[in-house]
């Protein structure tokens, strides 16, 4: 396969133990990776849209997963080929990026394949259909630019974010509740985010589950819930403004870094070893005493006696707090963290209203809620359900939901869902086609049928006539002049996505098709594959 | 050229149709096997470990029965969790939510055969779940405001969950048990505070209900029987050799005098402490770790009851009912608060000893002593009170109440069953398929306790289309009647979250239509 001759016949290697090696190369190495593609995109289209169905992935050790997130997905798949590695590579950059739409970049990368794959077979060669690809997609990201509106909101008017958070939420199980899950969303971000820099630091929203309870009781905390109780039984369940000491070491005796011995040899030294390990204990609860604390959270953990000392001088603590929930505390009361007793002062003491424990159900669970606090830019969001997957799908589609409200403050511009984007994009693109001479020319109108397998997907996951109703659509588009008008998937009535208030970001949309156009442009270049022999 | 493989190698992958059937399958093994265990007269079920000893446990208690069993099928393990959830939450109904989950599914199954898609099958349980919860939050009963009929409520509702259980016998019995216990609470949902000793031997009606505290441990030899007016002071402080804990200390010494010397040091010491803690002027002293010979005969001497080794529950409930606060230093006696009690003693149930600390100052706790003839009994016996415990716990907070014995279920299918006919279009299918799972819980109750369920469900429906109606199954005579003169009620929380979770479990394993699953992970051989 892989062997050279010389001028004078003799063979030579290329490539190292070629023998155990396969390959594969021109068109058919083209094809076959087009082919993993589009299986990849395949699993997932079904997916896709409001009426999309949910996978159930078990993980080597035998947990379940639920989910229809196309990240979660296709991270949970253990996926062994090359090719498909790359499209969860690019369903995971768009959920990096963009927080949603991880589904939708894999179907239309998958499309466009199958697009490729069709003029391959004519004989197109593949950097052409790369660069028509690139055109027709960078003319798609104008268009929407173009069809996009601005979309105003206000911290008191909420109500448009809302919208969004909530169409993010209809195709996730939480739908039930998608209006109160929206809402708690967008409060969230709106806590959290710098309206003037239009930023969103998203670290400050803490999402906390716990199994039980409906999913109706899942709230928004204006502050920190931590997973831990008082280190001590009887220390009060409830502290009101609290001065808060946020320390990172333990109250223990003092074990130096360098190596040390200290030999006991009389009585004397005994005692007065004795001597200063109890005054020891004595002082480090004095000195969080002295400045004022009123609650100590550390991040390791007491000895039994410092335990009962701080009791005894009714100081609440809690104990073998997690470095991440000691971080977000100390911004939440605008603490410092304090790494040494000689340290703590007044001022480095962080400042909540309310601390409170609260207990759930018939185990014994509780949680700490620091609410209140003074900067009350660090927010949690504690979701409640029936079981672990339903918790663990909440937080995932509670995330697209929070990354759709960001997005939405650095850039307030959206498109209309429900594929109506896609359609009106597909028709732009057509149109534009006729317009280019060469080879390109295909390649542009077979991106514009690739965009069409969107709204497709999604008529075909509401058990609609796929065809019919796109053909309808897109004629209604043109002749209406109208580019709103999309599938209606919740059956509705009416296909006007913007009577629907169906909406998504325009830079998530825009990120969807330059990124699917990329990874394949990517794989269409690849005429190569060379991979160690299975046996 | 073949298929480009995906995934990686014995990773399975099933779709559409068959990876539906098999988590109806698996979901609907997993109801028929717990289903003969619903109602009054269920059957219970063995389980043998696999582990060293081959542990029996016999139960009827849904979320204990699925907690034990190995499950491959993942639509299984759903079912399986939300048993375990509903254990955790409310406590009792963990076999009617899996076996509502079950038929839901089943029913479902029907209608995906029918070629109905299952979003609109989810969406039809949506609404029927929604309506059958506003039929039952309008027939509900709150007689929070009448403290007397409240309790005779709690004690309906205790029989009841009880009734299923092998502590049915003395029914009566344990439910006023299991009411003194809860009311003692006063509101608080943390059963930590009542402990339940098993001790073998005796009969289930020997058990009884304690108004002190009771804690598994011996007197120390040489001190006193018996103390009145008790002054406790609960800690927990190593009374053992007592280390110096500064970080790389040592002993070394150089001749067998200096030994001594520090022994010397050391037991005085040790001495100090005890000298300390006495002079907080106490005569019982528990502690959480060992208490070594030299402090205790210390103790023997000033006549102080010394406990040790109490565990670590036992510690802090003896805290919370002794109101004292547990100590580790004693260097300032006067501002330690002390544990009161009127009267600690030893008492002897069985052939065991235990310390009964009675006349305590907080009421909130208490101890109920389990007795019956065999570890299993007893075993079932805790979990059946545990259910009972839970519930009514969960009643006091939230007083809503319903009657029982099939009587919500044929309520709501009742409503369901109207909500279908308003409904146009194919929902509605699923809305009737919804009521029809509904009615599946009395049918099952009935057919557990040998009854004609054919005959009696119909009697029962027809009873229910009549205006109001107390109507349910009553399983000891074996026809309808009349659920309030029977004084069979439910709590409304426990129903309502049977309601939900399994129309909650149900929509996740029908909206499935692909499973994935990963090779199972290697285990290494060190065989």
């Not at chain 1, 190495?29 to 087009?34: G, H, L, R, S, V």
């Not at chain 1, 009887?234 to 333990?250: D, F, S, V, Y």
């Not at chain 2, 002897?348 to 009994?377: N, P």
Request: glycine share 8%; net charge negative.
């Amino acid at each position: 396969m892989a062997l050279a001759f010389d001028e004078y016949g003799r063979p030579f290697i290329i490539i190292k133990e070629q023998g155990q090696k396969s390959r594969l190369r021109g068109l058919e190495a083209q094809k076959a990776n087009i082919s993993a593609g589009k299986a990849v995109a395949r699993i997932l289209r079904t997916s896709l849209g409001p009426k999309g169905m949910d996978k159930m992935l078990q993980s080597p050790d035998g947990d379940v997963v639920i989910t229809n997130d196309g990240a979660t997905i296709l991270e949970q798949m253990d996926v062994d080929n090359q090719i498909a590695k790359l499209m969860v590579e690019l369903s995971r950059s768009q959920d990096y990026e963009i927080g949603d739409g991880t589904t939708g970049v894999v179907v239309l990368a998958g499309a466009l394949l199958e697009q490729a794959e069709k003029l391959l077979e004519r004989g197109v060669h593949p950097i052409r259909i790369s660069e028509g690809y690139e055109m027709a997609s960078k003319l798609s990201a104008e268009h929407l630019e173009s069809i996009s509106q601005k979309f105003e909101f206000s911290v008191t008017d909420i109500e448009p974010l809302v919208q969004t958070c909530m169409t993010t939420l209809s195709s996730k199980i939480v739908n039930r509740c998608k209006r109160a899950l929206a809402e708690i969303a967008v409060k969230a971000v709106l806590a959290v985010a710098d309206l003037e820099r239009k930023d969103v630091n998203l670290e400050l929203i803490k999402v906390e589950g716990k199994v039980g309870g409906k999913l109706e009781d899942t709230e928004l905390i204006y502050g920190i819930l931590v997973d831990k109780d008082m280190s001590h039984p009887q220390m009060p369940k409830r502290i009101e403004n609290a001065n808060i000491a946020i320390l990172t070491c333990p109250f223990e005796p003092p074990k130096p870094k360098t190596k040390h011995k200290i030999d006991i040899d009389t009585v004397e030294k005994f005692q007065t070893l004795r001597q200063q390990e109890q005054n020891y204990f004595d002082d480090m609860v004095q000195k969080c005493k002295d400045v004022g604390a009123t609650l100590v959270i550390c991040q390791w953990g007491f000895d039994d006696e410092a335990n009962h000392l701080l009791m005894h001088r009714n100081l609440p603590a809690v104990r073998w707090v997690g470095g991440v929930e000691l971080e977000l505390i100390a911004i939440a009361t605008g603490g410092r963290i304090v790494p040494r007793f000689q340290e703590l002062t007044t001022e480095k003491l962080g400042k909540a209203g309310l601390v409170r424990e609260k207990s759930f159900g018939t185990t014994k669970d509780r949680m700490l809620y620091i609410e209140h606090c003074a900067n009350s830019r660090a927010v949690t969001v504690f979701i409640r359900g029936g079981n672990k997957m339903m918790i663990e799908e909440t937080k995932r589609s509670l995330h697209d939901a929070l990354c759709v409200a960001r997005n939405l403050i650095r850039n307030n511009s959206i498109v209309y869902g429900g594929g109506s984007a896609e359609i009106s994009c597909s028709i732009a693109v057509e149109a534009a086609a006729d317009r280019h001479p060469g080879v390109e020319q295909y390649a542009i109108r077979s991106f514009a049928e690739a965009l069409d397998s969107i709204p497709m997907a999604l008529a075909e996951n509401s058990g609609l006539p796929p065809i019919d109703t796109l053909t309808a659509v897109k004629s209604q588009q043109i002749k209406e002049n109208n580019p709103y008008c999309g599938i209606d998937c919740n059956d509705v009535g009416t296909n006007n996505m913007r009577e629907q208030n169906v909406f998504e970001t325009l830079i998530g949309k825009q990120q969807q098709i330059l990124l699917a156009t990329q990874v394949v442009k990517m794989i269409l270049k690849i005429d190569d594959v060379i991979s160690p022999s299975e046996y | 050229m073949a298929a480009a493989r995906l995934l990686k190698d014995e990773a399975t992958e099933e779709k559409g149709d068959r990876a539906r059937m098999a988590s109806f399958i698996g979901a609907m093994a997993i109801a028929d096997l717990v289903k003969t265990t619903l109602g009054p007269k269920g059957m219970d079920k063995i389980l043998q470990s696999t582990g060293r000893g081959r542990n029996v446990t016999v139960t009827n208690d849904g979320a204990t029965i699925l907690k034990s069993l190995h499950i491959d099928n993942p639509a299984a393990k759903v079912l399986v969790d939300i048993s375990k959830v509903q254990d955790d939450e409310v406590g009792d109904g963990t076999t009617s939510v899996v076996v509502l989950a079950g038929e839901l599914l089943r029913e479902a199954e029907k209608l995906v055969n029918q070629k109905i898609h299952p979003m609109t099958i989810i969406a039809g349980y949506r609404m029927a779940a929604e309506c059958a919860r506003n039929a039952l939050l309008l027939k509900v009963k709150d007689n929070k405001q009448d403290p007397d009929k409240f309790k005779s409520d709690l004690m309906k509702i205790a029989m009841t969950t009880l009734s299923s259980k092998i502590l049915s016998q003395d029914k009566e019995h344990f439910a006023k048990l299991a009411v003194d216990a809860v009311l003692r609470l006063k509101g608080s949902t943390n059963l930590e505070s009542i402990q339940i000793i098993k001790k073998a031997g005796g009969s289930l009606k020997d058990s009884f209900l304690d108004e002190g505290f009771i804690l598994d441990k011996k007197i120390g030899i040489g001190q006193p029987k018996r103390i009145e007016n008790a002054k406790i002071l609960v800690a927990n402080t190593a009374m053992d050799t007592d280390k110096v804990k500064i970080y790389g200390a040592r002993v070394r010494v150089d001749s067998m005098a200096r030994v001594a010397e520090i022994e010397v040091a050391e037991k005085e010491k040790m001495k100090q402490k005890v000298q300390k803690i006495i002079a907080h002027g106490i005569n019982c002293f528990v502690n959480r770790q060992l208490i070594y010979n030299f402090p205790e005969e210390l103790f023997a001497d000033a006549g102080i009851l010394a406990i040790e080794h109490a565990d670590f529950d036992g510690i802090e409930r003896l805290a919370l009912v002794t109101g004292g606060e547990i100590a580790s230093t004693f260097d300032n006696p006067e501002s330690v608060k002390l544990g009161h009690c009127k009267l600690i003693e030893e008492i002897m149930i069985g052939e065991d000893r235990l310390i009964h600390f009675s006349g305590v100052e907080m009421g909130q706790a208490c101890t109920v002593v389990l007795r019956g003839a065999s570890s299993h009994v007893l075993d079932e016996a805790e979990r059946s009170l545990h259910d009972a415990l839970c519930v009514l716990s969960q009643t006091v907070n939230d007083s809503r109440v319903l009657l029982g014995g099939g009587w919500p279920e044929m309520t709501m299918a009742k409503e369901v069953d109207e909500l279908a006919r308003k409904t146009p279009g194919k929902k509605s299918h699923a809305i009737e398929a919804f009521s029809r799972s509904l009615q599946a819980i009395p049918t099952i109750i009935s057919d557990n306790a040998g009854l004609d369920s054919a005959e009696l469900i119909s009697q029962l429906r027809a009873e229910h289309h009549k205006d109001t109606t107390n109507a349910g199954i009553d399983v000891i005579s074996g026809g309808v009647g009349d659920m309030d003169k029977l004084g069979i009620s439910e709590s409304f929380k426990v129903k309502q979250a049977v309601l939900l979770s399994a129309t909650e479990a149900a929509e996740m394993i029908l909206r499935v239509d692909e499973i994935i699953t990963c090779a199972p992970r290697k285990r290494e051989d060190r065989m």
